[in-house]
């Protein structure tokens, strides 16, 4: 089924127009796209999903046929639209899997709402280390609204976009991810997105990289089952990011999927899916209790968070699976 003909419901929280792909039965898997995407970069995955599971994917606020208002657009901010858009729906708990920017803001619903994470997926995802692609950091830079509405009108913008698609096909691995680049590009022609995409750039990145971090709080997953997937040609956030989580969470399943980059969902859609399914088979779901809550933050006094910036972060092996790519 294509993104063109998926439907998009539509609910209203907080005076905020919300968009959102509900389909399929069985527990609720919660898809959180990455900055500058929508819903559909889950569509490879979400059918396959759907056979198993009710799959939530919105658009997150700022986002796709979301509104863009000026809002709160901190992970904190977006953690609480989550739990109240659920809330709307009538859904209690829900195995979280983020991507990029998704995986922070699912990161940090499982902070908030542990009460209501049963799981946490983090695909190729940010908090993990503070690099990330100089891109990314020049959203934040002033200037970038005027020199992006320049950027993308209509001649410019076309040229541009065909230009990051043709690259893409050339089977360079380092160029592979820009095709969803030149999607996000061309979102840009909108200047109310161009706002919130800076509004959401600034909250977690600065010119020396990622600012939010799980570093501090990651003793908390010891109750929760935590699967981390990445792409082993991933140029957006490193792989090497998935060592630092290994590190931060060791009981979590790590694996990296040869000749993928950052969007490795859609790089080995079936792959993706095999390793959601297996880790939600042989997991449990979280449970929370107050009391067990109040140990880990307890225990976690005397935690000292992983200084990954420092250079510090020890190597640690990650599960390659075999996509026979």
């Known amino acids: 089924?294509?993104?063109?003909?998926?439907?998009?419901?539509?609910?209203?929280?907080?005076?905020?127009?919300?968009?959102?792909?509900?389909?399929?039965?069985?527990p609720v898997v919660l898809l959180l796209h990455g900055l500058g995407c929508d819903h559909t970069t889950w569509e490879p995955v979400i059918e396959s999903l759907a056979k198993r599971y009710t799959v939530i994917a919105p658009d997150l606020l700022g986002h796709g046929s979301s509104a863009k208002p000026r809002a709160d657009y901190s992970v904190g901010g977006y953690a609480n639209g989550m739990r109240d858009l659920l809330t709307v729906l009538g859904?209690?708990?829900?195995?979280?899997?983020?991507?990029?920017?998704?995986?922070?803001?699912?990161?940090?619903?499982?902070?908030?709402?542990p009460e209501r994470t049963e799981r946490l997926v983090l695909v190729s995802s940010g908090g993990l280390g503070p690099e990330v692609t100089p891109a990314l950091r020049a959203i934040t830079t002033p200037g970038f609204h005027q020199v992006m509405g320049l950027l993308t009108l209509p001649g410019i913008?076309?040229?541009?976009?065909?230009?990051?698609?043709?690259?893409?096909?050339t089977g360079n691995r380092s160029l592979r991810d820009l095709t969803e680049a030149a999607d996000v590009y061309d979102s840009f022609k909108d200047s109310q997105t161009r706002v919130a995409i800076r509004h959401v750039?600034?909250?977690?990145?600065?010119?020396?990289?990622?600012?939010?971090?799980?570093?501090?709080?990651?003793?908390?997953?010891?109750?929760?089952?935590?699967?981390?997937?990445?792409?082993?040609?991933d140029m957006v956030i490193p792989v090497r990011h998935?060592?630092?989580a290994a590190t931060l969470a060791p009981t979590a399943r790590v694996e990296v999927i040869p000749?993928?980059?950052?969007?490795?969902?859609?790089?080995?859609?079936?792959?993706?899916?095999?390793?959601?399914n297996e880790f939600i088979r042989t997991s449990e779901p979280a449970?929370?209790?107050?009391?067990?809550?109040?140990?880990?933050l307890d225990s976690g006094r005397q935690v000292i968070p992983l200084q990954a910036e420092a250079g510090h972060t020890p190597p640690v092996p990650v599960h390659?699976?075999?996509?026979g790519a």
């Open 91 to 113: 859904i209690e708990t829900v195995t979280v899997i983020g991507h990029s920017f998704g995986g922070g803001v699912a990161m940090q619903f499982a902070y908030q709402f």
């Open 287 to 296: 449970t929370y209790h107050r009391e067990q809550w109040r140990d880990l």
């Open 1 to 26: 089924m294509s993104a063109n003909i998926r439907e998009l419901h539509f609910v209203e929280i907080h005076g905020h127009r919300r968009a959102f792909v509900k389909t399929g039965a069985g």
């Open 320 to 323: 390659a699976l075999d996509t």
């Open 242 to 244: 998935a060592n630092n």
């Open 259 to 276: 000749n993928a980059g950052h969007f490795p969902h859609k790089d080995h859609p079936e792959r993706f899916v095999k390793i959601v």
């Open 157 to 169: 913008r076309h040229v541009g976009t065909a230009g990051m698609r043709a690259l893409a096909r």
């Open 201 to 233: 750039a600034r909250a977690v990145v600065d010119w020396k990289g990622q600012i939010v971090t799980m570093s501090d709080r990651a003793y908390l997953t010891a109750g929760m089952a935590v699967c981390v997937v990445w792409g082993r040609n």
